[in-house]
């Protein structure tokens, strides 16, 4: 009698070790997993940008910029119409600034406060291909920001509907000035590894003039009176500038 309680008494403590052990391989287990799960949520790129609401990004392109009067909000090649334009373009600001004694502006600046990849600003090159005009090699070339920096920015001439037109333009991408798709590209997976999702925007000022070499003095003048007629937000946006 007495060794069959015994035998029941030590079958119960190992029926209560193997249930112990049990409890807690799933709380390690437990663990293991919530600190993966914390982990991945912290690699988890995060937009940190906030959005800009459609008044406030417009009011911080200066109506008046050097010489130039903003005149009218047509008359720009636009990206095509379609749903992912849509997305990409919700700070989308189009205008065309006439001066007394210089060609007129025709500027265009899109912004985005996420990048995540898969929603990039469109370059220009898509652009004017997509309303009928051919376009020369693109070219880099560095332009004085007028606050005593440079920006690395393109060029190119897009001909076609009668006219020949020079378009000057930047993309920022977060802190970098990418020149290519995809430089543009990789400036969103860097930021992406630092966890971040970065901001990116498109600013393009061009003109019609026979030639580059007659339209790039004005286009330039024209970029870096801009930084200089916009507040500390309207720099840092459009240019990085944060000063």
Known sequence: MTAETS???????????????????????????????????????????????????????????????FETSSGVVLPPPDALSDRLYDNLVTRVYSAPEDPPIMFLTAYSNTQDGVLQVHRPEICYPAGGYELTPTQPVTIEDGLGSKIQANMFTATGRGRT???????????????????????????????????????????????????????????????????????????????
């Open 7 to 69: 035998g029941d008494g030590d079958l119960s403590n190992l029926e209560t070790g193997q249930k112990t052990l049990v409890n807690r391989r799933h709380l390690v287990m437990g663990g293991a997993f919530c600190l993966a799960a914390g982990l991945a949520y912290a690699r988890t790129p995060q937009v940190i940008f906030p959005v800009v609401k459609k008044d406030d990004f417009e009011k911080l392109i200066p109506e008046t910029i050097g010489p130039w009067q």
């Open 165 to 243: 037109e020079h378009v000057l333009y930047w993309t920022r991408i977060g802190n970098e000035f990418p020149l290519a798709w995809s430089q543009q590209r990789m400036a969103v997976i860097r930021a992406n590894l630092r966890g971040i999702i970065p901001d990116g925007v498109l600013v393009r000022a061009s003109l019609i003039a026979p030639t580059m070499d007659e339209a790039m003095p004005h286009l330039s003048r024209f970029a870096a009176q801009l930084n200089k007629g916009m507040n500390k937000q309207g720099r840092a946006l459009l240019s990085g500038i944060k000063s």
